[in-house]
């Protein structure tokens, strides 16, 4: 069974430029996280899908991120327009529902280089 | 969720077992522990988790005392690629539970020849 997928795995913007990173989750997973970590800092959460709806976006740092989750099926993560700050390493994860602390399953992460 | 204080690095040889203690004295009753690993250019992988008492499976083991304020990850037989970093994490599984996960800085564990 494949396993939580971003992409790209690399990407270098401009900065005020627009970027969009995909994350595939695990078929069936009805949990999507999105997380980052910024240079020397810890990871961080960002916001948690359930199926299409958004469940608790908290950790969004500003109204330049934009995240979707359109069907319940992979989700995208938006950054309009990109500033320097916003260079880091972007993870997805996902995990099943109707359980009590659920393992999630981690992508290999968007490493997002602004310029 | 509960902080977690646990040691910034660790150093071992190949062969050696691996204990990493980790502090989370505001744990409340409904915390579960749980380990996870990260190699470089990888997102975090699931290891072990644990209420209290002991919990082993074919990767680690977890120790946690009677008053869980505490929790040890312990790796049998490190080899090299056991280096990674280890995040030791805690929170509520009850029905309130979004699975939101709260790092922290992490154990870099380097495992040398």
């Known amino acids: 069974e494949a396993g939580v997928t971003q992409f790209p795995s690399h990407s270098v913007i401009e900065k005020g430029q627009t970027v969009t990173l995909r994350c595939d989750p695990i078929?069936?997973?009805?949990?999507l996280y999105w997380y980052r970590r910024v240079m020397g800092k810890e990871i961080k959460f960002l916001l948690h899908?359930?199926?299409?709806?958004?469940?608790?976006e908290s950790g969004m740092p500003n109204n330049r991120f934009l995240a979707e989750r359109t069907g319940g099926t992979y989700s995208t993560l938006k950054v309009q327009p990109a500033e320097l700050e916003d260079s880091g390493v972007y993870f997805c994860a996902s995990s099943e529902t109707g359980r009590v602390n659920t393992e999630a399953f981690f992508g290999q992460g968007t490493r997002l280089t602004v310029v | 969720l509960a902080k977690t204080t646990q040691p910034v690095s660790m150093d071992s040889y190949e062969g050696q077992e691996v204990n990493i203690t980790c502090s989370h004295n505001?744990?409340?009753?409904?915390?579960?522990i749980t380990w996870y690993q990260q190699f470089p250019s990888q997102g975090p992988r699931f290891i072990i988790q644990g209420y209290k008492t002991k919990v082993t499976n074919e990767v680690a083991s977890l120790f946690i005392p009677a008053d869980r304020k505490s929790s040890t990850l312990s790796l049998p037989r490190v080899s090299l690629s056991d280096t990674a970093v280890y995040y030791c994490?805690?929170?509520?599984?009850?029905?309130?539970?979004?699975?939101?996960?709260?790092f922290g800085q992490g154990t870099t564990l380097q495992v040398k020849p």
């Open positions: 994490l805690v929170g509520d599984g009850g029905s309130g539970n979004t699975g939101k996960l709260i």
């Open positions: 899908f359930v199926k299409e709806s958004k469940q608790d």
């Open positions: 505001n744990i409340a009753t409904n915390d579960y």
């Open positions: 078929s069936g997973h009805d949990n």
